[in-house]
């Protein structure tokens, strides 16, 4: 239960960071908080694959998890504009 009030505390950060980097794309609370997790599996999937390691921890997570919601951002909005 724990792991999961984290993930949620986690995705919401990482998904308001996201929608402050990329402007015009705003999903509310329980949007950022989908975009933040699904981009924490975007960034763990990708990152390590690339040869970036961030460490562990809640900052580590939130920072994956903000880069990996900013690709996710990015592509919505490269799909919304097609």
Known sequence: MEGLVVAIIVGAVAGWLAGLIVKGIGFG?????????????????????????IGGGIVAAIINATIGAVILLVILGLIKRA
């Open 29 to 53: 609370l329980l949007g950022n908080i989908v975009v933040g997790i699904v981009g924490a599996f975007i960034a763990n999937w990708l990152l390590p694959k690339l040869g970036i390691l």
